[in-house]
């Protein structure tokens, strides 16, 4: 079955993941035969793809650089290595969760899970892994397991990069996912190299105040149904899988998040939060009381089933969320419909650390199960380096608000801390 993705640009994705690199530029048919300029066809509902990025005239970063080398920077010299929520990455960039999705659930999550591995980037699993698809302590495991993943990833990931979360969610605390990994000898080197984190999912950008859900036929609702919620509303003999979205307060989210680093002194702590309306208060509560990485999952984020309404009209998208939360108070980390590096390094300059690669990544794994992840996050990182180049800058966190604007807006250097309170104008 291939893999449909709305909302995002599919069959630019899968020519990222046959030809890598070259696809950031037009097709090579038309050069030398054709001049170029901004694509009629871009979408411009979104802020973020509205935002530009604006070089400035005076880069006094890119004299440090050129003092540095003693010869002119190129854009091959933009460090794009990173720390993202306690490890080392090799680029602002990780695999976001499938959860317990048909797809996500299928061979795509552990080809995903090795490439992930082979480019040194974190990857997160994702919730009700467990309970749906089953832990997998076996090596001859099915593929949907959790620990398949883990082992998978394990098999490419580099000695000095990378990181494995896993996130539980209500149904998982009932199962002691957590517990289960923590204990395993299996994940014993990612614990000792601090390469493990936990993640406590608050909510989902494509769902806000709602669990997880999924499709599954009879006799899969019947083996889960004492752990979930059934709802037979369809006309055949599948059934609507709904998981609880948990229950927050401030003082819950966080004693929640002191319990983790209680119970799990070894592993790092993330939390994910929903496109909310008090996503700020929810993010400084979460790094108060010690969370390595909060993710803010905009509207615009996928699901693999959620209501139409909520895809649609509900949460507030990635833009607004970054511009609500401001100058970051720790580890901040974004998804949201990410697949390029112009709106990966929008949301960099924006206050995130690093961005998180979701239907995008599972699109680039259908079309090339063994290459196809490789191919896109290649041709995202040359992005990514063209961009913060340009911009004067020569590492990602280099990255700020003066680097952007928005069409609209005065073009005088006051409206600049408009896009994210706390920011100050600069020049490169």
């Known amino acids: 079955m291939t893999v449909l993705a709305q909302g995002l640009p599919e069959a630019a994705i899968r020519e990222r993941a046959r030809s890598g690199a070259a696809a950031v530029f037009p097709a090579l048919a038309g050069y030398g035969a054709q001049v170029y300029g901004e694509s009629p066809e871009r979408s411009t509902a979104d802020e973020l793809d509205r935002m530009r990025l604006v070089p400035p005239v005076f880069v006094p970063r890119r004299l440090e650089k050129l003092i540095e080398l003693g010869r002119e920077p190129l854009y091959s010299d933009v460090d794009t290595r990173t720390s993202v929520g306690g490890f080392t990455a090799t680029l602002p960039l990780y695999l976001s969760a499938f959860g317990s999705t048909q797809l996500g659930s299928t061979g795509l999550g552990v080809a995903a899970a090795r490439q992930a591995g082979e480019l040194g980037i974190p990857m997160v699993i994702g919730e009700n892994v467990v309970p749906v698809n089953g832990y997998g302590r076996g090596a001859a495991d099915a593929g949907a397991m959790l620990m398949a993943r883990v082992r998978a990833y394990l098999e490419r990931v580099p000695d000095d990069v990378g990181g494995v979360v896993v996130q539980q969610s209500t149904e998982d605390a009932d199962a002691e996912v957590w517990n289960l990994v923590y204990s395993d000898p299996a994940t014993v080197p990612l614990l000792a190299e601090g390469r493990l984190a936990f993640e406590l999912k608050v909510g989902q950008g494509a769902k806000p105040g709602l669990g ?131 709106r990966a390094v929008k949301c960099l300059a924006l206050g995130a650390r690093a961005v998180g690669l979701g239907r995008a ?46 069409p609209g807006t005065p073009a005088t250097a006051d409206v600049l801390p408009a896009l994210v309170p706390g920011t100050t104008p600069g020049n490169g």
């Open 361 to 406: 990544a599972l699109v680039a794994v259908d079309e090339d199960p063994d290459h196809g992840l490789v191919r896109l996050v290649a041709a995202l990182a040359l992005e990514m380096r063209l961009l913060a180049s340009a911009l004067g800058k020569y590492t990602t966190g280099a990255l700020d608000a003066a680097d952007l604007w928005l």
């Open 212 to 342: 997880g859900m999924t499709v599954l036929d009879a006799e899969a609702a019947r083996r889960v149904g004492d752990q979930f919620a059934i709802d037979a509303i369809f006309a055949d003999d599948r059934v609507l899988r709904s998981s609880s979205p948990g229950t927050f307060t401030d003082e819950i989210l966080r004693q929640q998040i002191r319990l983790m680093r209680n119970n799990f002194p070894r592993a790092k702590v993330w939390v994910k939060l929903p496109g909310a309306r008090d996503v700020a208060a929810a993010a400084a509560v979460a790094w108060a009381a010690g969370a390595d990485a909060v993710t803010v999952d905009g509207a615009e984020g996928g699901s693999g089933w959620a209501p139409t309404a909520f895809l649609d009209t509900v949460g507030l998208p990635l833009a607004e969320c970054l511009r609500r939360i401001g100058s970051p108070g720790g580890c901040l980390l974004a998804s949201g419909r990410m697949w390029e590096g112009a």
